[in-house]
Each structure stands twice: as structure tokens, then as C-alpha cells.
């Protein structure tokens, strides 16, 4: 394992200040070129607010990985240099990023942004060993190896999915900010104390990129002076799709469950979101206003109390995750069983499978409400007649 000497903690330092600086110029730029978010229906603004604040993070990153890093990282690890290690994935974050700032200056349509983050999915696949090529069966199954299509599609279908999860989620001053950061010192502590195989460069990277968000979040936080757009919020996304797939590939099982839990706000945000859509007969894609941040405000929550409830749920999926590392399997079951549980709980109670869809609250009614037990079986048995 590499030492973490005092030379890596003022690159994180110098990535933030870097980015706190940065932010205030970007803010300017967003106004001049036209990046901004008007008031309307869906959104929470009042006034015209400045969007591609995500710049100042790609800016910092793309300096700090690109010129700092490999200036003190010159530990060559798995036979390739940290800018060999980098470059590619940079050059298709960058490009993820340039996708969501013309988005941000013109509103691209929802298929032109995702043939973006096709293509710079594609270009990590081609580039990079950041591949989905195995998959280990969670407790106790076997290990499954993919074939070149598999491993292709696969690849491209997590960061893809990762990616608009994430972006779909950015609907509260700071909320992608602050959970991006919860997720990605989760990934890191990970990475480097609990994969097969350590990977330092993997750390490193998931901290500047953690360093490059907290220097944009001061400016992010309620009441905002700048968005994230969809700037920051694909390329964090983006970024934190592919970062993460070296967990996924992985022959512990712990090691594939572990990424999935850590995102698992953004994830069940999105499966809730397809699954609410589809029972609805509404399409996939159509905007709706109950996602969780949504349910959270419709219930009177203050916009920093929202914040802090998906803060909260956050850091529940990420001491989960934590906690599988160190659990045996029996106890890794209970611990998922009980996350399930507890969700699905939290889910009926917000309403966020809709007005009167709340199957668990239903059973458990039916299990200890005799009268409603009487009638629900009776309506069952009117039906069948």
C-alpha cells in the first residue's frame, strides 16, 4: 500500500482552494455566455440563477490530475504512470462535462445528452481497464466472467445509468454537492482498505475529486449563488460511475454489493421514479414532482431541512456499506434485509409511489388489523366470483 504522506494532503488542499477560487470566475462566465436557469413550474428558483458552476470542479480536477498529480505521484502501479491512468478518463469526463454546458447555454434534448455520455462511456471502455467484465453473485453465488459484448454493454449501461441517476437528483441547492462528497469518501475508505487489491491511484483520484466538490459546495449551499447545471451534475455523475466500477469487478461479493449501496439515493430515486412512472402509465423520461426531495418540501420540510434528510439517508447507505465489509454473511443479509425494510417504509410514508400505493403499510395492516383483514379478504373474495 502507497504511504499517505503530507505531499497528498496539500494536493487536496491546493484542489480545493483551487476551486473555491475558481468559482466566483465561473459564476461571472455562467452570466456572460448565457448559463442560466430561469424561474418556472420545476424549478425552485425565484430569480435568473447562474448554472454551469460545475466548471470550476472539472477545472480543478482536470489541473490537479493532469499537472500536480503526476508530479508527486511517481510511483509507477499496475506498469502505468498516473497520467497514462488518468488522461483517458479525464478526456471523457471533459467531454461529458462540454455536453452539459451546451446544455446549460442551449437545453440539448434528453437523446442528444445521452449519445454525450455514450460516447465518452465508450471512449472509457476502449481506453481504460475500468470494465463491468465480472460479476460476483452476492453471498454465496458464483463468480460470472462477460464476454467482450457483455462486458462492453455493461460497462456502458452502470455509467450511463449512474450518471442521469445522479443528475436526476439535482433538484435542491447543494443536495448532488453534498451527497456526491458523502458517496465519494465512502468509495475512497473503500478503495483502500477493504478491495482485494488496493488501488492508490483509484483512492487519490476519488479524494481530489472530493477536494474539487468541497471547494464548489460553500457557494452551492442554501440560499445558492450557483448551480451545479448540468455541467457538474453529469460530470460528477459521469466520474463517479466510472470510479466506482472497480468495485463492481470485483470477486467478493462485498466488494460488488458495496458501490451499489453507496449510491443508493440516487438509485432508488431513479428505480422508484421508472417504477411510479410505469404503474402511473406515464412515460419514463416525463418530469414529474415526486422525487424524494420533492415529497420532502410537499410535507412542509424547510429547503435545508430536506437537504439534510437526503444528507441523512446518505450517510445511512454509506455506514451500510461500511458495515458489509465487516460483517459476516449471515449478518450481511440482515443488514441488507433491514435497509429494504426500513426504506420501503420511509418510501409509503412520503408517498412517493403515489397517492394510496403503499403495499407494505398494507400488509402489515393486514397482519395486525383483524378488521381490515376481514374486509380486504372479503373484496378478494367478491372478485374472484
Not at 508527486?72 to 488518468?86: E, M
Not at 483509484?202 to 452551492?220: D, K, R, W
Request: glycine letters at 8%; one cysteine or more.
Amino acid at each position: 500500500m502507497v504511504p499517505f504522506t503530507i505531499e497528498y494532503v496539500l494536493i487536496l488542499i491546493g484542489t480545493l482552494l483551487l476551486s473555491l477560487i475558481l468559482t466566483p470566475l465561473v459564476r461571472f462566465f455562467a452570466f456572460r455566455v448565457g448559463a442560466v436557469d430561469k424561474p418556472n413550474a420545476r424549478r425552485i428558483n425565484k430569480v435568473p440563477m447562474p448554472s454551469a458552476g460545475g466548471l470550476a470542479i472539472i477545472l480543478a480536477f482536470m489541473a490537479t490530475s493532469l499537472i500536480m498529480m503526476p508530479q508527486v505521484l511517481k510511483n509507477r502501479l499496475f506498469d502505468q504512470s498516473y497520467f497514462d491512468y488518468i488522461l483517458p478518463v479525464m478526456l471523457a469526463g471533459l467531454f461529458v462535462g462540454l455536453v452539459g454546458l451546451i446544455d446549460d447555454m442551449y437545453e440539448l434534448t434528453p437523446r442528444v445528452k445521452l449519445l454525450g455520455i455514450f460516447l465518452a462511456a465508450s471512449l472509457v471502455w476502449y481506453c481504460t481497464d475500468f470494465h463491468f467484465d465480472s460479476f460476483k453473485i452476492p453471498f454465496g453465488g458464483p463468480l460470472i466472467l462477460f464476454d467482450t459484448f457483455w462486458t462492453f454493454l455493461l460497462t456502458v449501461l452502470w455509467i450511463v445509468s449512474v450518471t442521469n441517476a445522479i443528475n436526476l437528483i439535482d433538484g435542491l441547492d447543494g443536495l448532488v454537492s453534498g451527497v456526491s462528497i458523502i458517496s465519494l469518501i465512502t468509495m475512497g475508505l473503500v478503495s483502500n482498505f477493504f478491495l482485494p487489491v488496493p488501488d492508490f491511484y483509484l483512492t487519490m483520484t476519488i479524494f481530489v475529486l472530493v477536494a474539487a466538490i468541497a471547494g464548489f459546495f460553500p457557494y452551492n449551499y442554501h440560499p445558492a449563488i450557483i448551480y451545479l447545471g448540468d455541467t457538474g451534475a453529469l460530470f460528477i455523475g459521469f466520474m463517479i460511475g466510472v470510479l466506482s466500477l472497480q468495485g463492481l469487478k470485483n470477486a467478493t461479493a462485498v466488494a460488488v454489493v458495496t458501490p451499489v449501496i453507496i449510491l443508493g439515493v440516487p438509485i432508488m430515486d431513479t428505480i422508484v421514479a421508472i417504477i411510479r412512472r410505469k404503474l402511473s402509465g406515464q412515460k419514463i423520461s416525463q418530469a414529474d414532482k415526486r422525487h424524494l426531495h420533492h415529497r420532502l418540501l410537499s410535507m412542509g420540510f424547510t429547503h435545508r431541512g430536506a437537504v439534510f434528510v437526503v444528507y441523512g439517508i446518505a450517510i445511512l447507505f454509506s455506514l451500510t456499506s461500511l458495515l458489509l465489509n465487516v460483517s459476516s454473511r449471515l449478518g450481511g443479509i440482515l443488514l441488507m434485509i433491514g435497509l429494504a425494510f426500513g426504506l420501503e417504509i420511509f418510501i409509503e410514508g412520503l408517498e412517493i409511489w403515489g397517492v394510496n400505493k403503499t403495499p407494505l403499510f398494507n400488509l402489515l395492516k393486514f397482519i395486525g388489523n383483524s378488521d381490515y383483514r376481514q374486509a380486504a379478504l372479503l373484496k378478494w373474495q367478491s372478485r374472484g366470483k
